[in-house]
């Protein structure tokens, strides 16, 4: 199962793993049967998660919703610690992750679209570091894991930062390497091999550091931190499969 879902990863275009990830799923689920992990976006127990990422990383993602540890860490924020499920909101979801989109759009407290340059299951298309939208429009806007990958990422935060309202949020996580205190680029690094050996992954143009909070405050964010191990133990943290290091970050207006 590793060599697989690290084939499909590292080959497979992502809006054709959009298209063919809930037969995956449908398929790969009983031999997945078990009390162990729990996800809780969805509900559903586990023996344990399946392997996920181009070195099949065990244990990570959710044989039913396809939830990540972003995505079990961000649905707790916004269903036990804000008011996001609670109030009237209009909301734009950039890079729509599939654990969302069913569950976002039926809450009817949310005005919700969704938005990406490529993705089959948007409503709109577009680059965020030129968003065809009007100034302070948005409530919140979530844009996880795209930052990485766009060529200036100052830019696309102050695009998300122009299109929200006063008093707006954003929540814009990225991958962090936790042993960069900088976050680190470099032009000359051009080739999907460069970029996976230096990046982690061939499409990355930077490698976020430990500075990417002030990176945020940079492009005009007020930054609050929420760090689930202040919330939860060490066994509920395990038993949902969540990264204790990952802090989401919320960005404010």
């Known amino acids: 199962m590793r060599k697989l879902i690290r084939f499909f990863v590292r080959h497979i275009p992502r809006p ?25 976006v969805c509900g559903h127990k586990f023996r344990k998660m399946l392997p996920y990422g181009n070195k099949a990383g065990e244990n990570r993602l959710c044989p039913v919703c396809l939830s990540l540890e972003r995505h079990r860490l961000m649905w707790l924020y916004l269903t036990e610690y804000s008011d996001f499920f609670k109030n009237n909101y ?44 009007h100034d302070n429009t948005y409530d919140w806007v979530i844009c996880n894991h795209v930052l990485e990958h766009v060529e200036n990422d100052i830019d696309a935060m102050k695009e998300i930062l122009r299109i929200l309202k006063p008093g707006g949020k954003a929540i814009l996580q990225v991958p962090i390497n936790y042993s960069y205190s900088e976050t680190h680029e470099d032009k000359s690094i051009t080739t999907d091999k460069q970029r996976e050996e230096i990046y982690g992954q061939y499409d990355h143009v930077r490698w ?3 500075d990417y909070p002030k990176r945020l405050e940079t ?26 290091q990952e802090i989401l970050y919320i960005a404010n207006k």
Request: glycine content about 4%; proline content about 6%; charged content about 25%.
């Open 16 to 40: 054709i793993l959009i298209r063919f990830s809930k037969l995956f799923s449908f398929l790969v689920r009983p031999f997945y049967f078990g009390n162990k992990v729990e996800c809780p």
């Open 90 to 133: 209009k909301v734009l979801h950039i890079a729509p992750e599939q654990p969302f989109l069913k569950r976002f759009k039926t809450a009817k407290n949310l005005d919700y679209t969704t938005a990406d340059i490529v993705s089959p299951i948007a409503d709109l298309h577009f680059d965020i570091m030129q968003i065809p939208l």
């Open 208 to 210: 976020h550091g430990l």
């Open 219 to 244: 492009a005009g964010f007020v930054v609050n931190n929420f760090d689930i191990t202040d919330y939860l133990s060490i066994e509920l943290i395990e038993r949902f499969r969540l990264d204790k």
